[in-house]
């Protein structure tokens, strides 16, 4: 059964940091680019970032460059979102996804919320 925990999420103020993790078990983890998106309320889903089966490459929404960081440990078949200096505007529930910017394998988890408030 594929699943996908995402986890970190929760309330920081603005210019605050938080670590999303996101373990997957029930597929060949390392052989799946791997995406983090992001939905707000009344707002569509939208791609955060997105790193490749072997992590040299990434990609990053213009919104978040230079403040989000996406990584992996494919030992431990987890994919991680580092945000840094966050904003009100980045509050949303954030998701992990099986895919990239041209390719979704389908497989997603249930999300966890990232609220930036003071």
């Known amino acids: 059964q594929v699943q996908l925990v995402e986890s970190g999420g929760g309330l920081v103020q603005p210019g605050g940091s938080l670590r999303l993790s996101c373990t997957a078990s029930?597929?060949?983890?390392?052989?799946?680019?791997m995406s983090w998106y992001r939905q707000a309320p009344e707002k569509e889903r939208e791609l955060v970032a997105s790193i490749t089966r072997g992590g040299d490459s990434t990609y990053y929404a213009d919104s978040v460059k230079g403040r989000f960081a996406i990584s992996r440990d494919n030992a431990k078949n987890t994919v991680y979102l580092q945000m840094n200096s966050l904003k009100p505007e980045d509050t949303a529930v954030y998701y992990c996804?099986?895919?990239?910017?041209?390719?979704?394998?389908?497989?997603w988890g249930r999300g966890t919320q990232v609220t930036v408030s003071s």
């Open positions: 996804n099986a895919g990239d910017r041209t390719y979704d394998a389908g497989y």
């Open positions: 029930g597929f060949m983890f390392r052989i799946y680019p």
